[in-house]
Nanobody, 114 residues
């Protein structure tokens, strides 16, 4: 059974930093990533990292967010710096298997106060 367990969501002041983590189990990973969603809007990509080290970021977070992974622990991290109120959202971990199956975490809330 595939599980994605997220943690790290919190309330932070604008300009602050936060790190999200996502631990995967029961899956042979191809890549992991983070998406975010605010009420009334579509879920949008934040960043992803593949097992061969390729990274991709949405333009809105480039230079502020860094995605990393610990392959030994099947865990991905999203290091978020210089947070803005518009970064506030529910952040969802996303994992792709080598068979192209896609899995989602339960979501973790990030709130940014101005």
């Amino acid at each position: 059974q595939v599980q994605l367990v997220e943690s790290g969501g919190d309330l932070v002041q604008a300009g602050g930093s936060l790190t999200l983590s996502c631990a995967a189990s029961g899956i042979s990973l191809n890549r992991m990533g983070w998406y975010r969603q605010v009420p009334g809007k579509q879920r949008e990509l934040v960043a992803w990292v593949s097992t061969n080290g390729v990274r991709n970021y949405d333009n809105s977070v480039k230079g502020r967010f860094t995605i990393s992974s610990d392959e030994a622990r099947n865990t991905a991290y999203l290091h978020m710096n210089i947070l803005k109120p518009e970064d506030a959202a529910v952040y969802y971990c996303n994992a792709h298997s080598w068979r192209s199956d896609v899995y989602w975490g339960q979501g973790t809330q990030v709130t940014v106060s101005s």
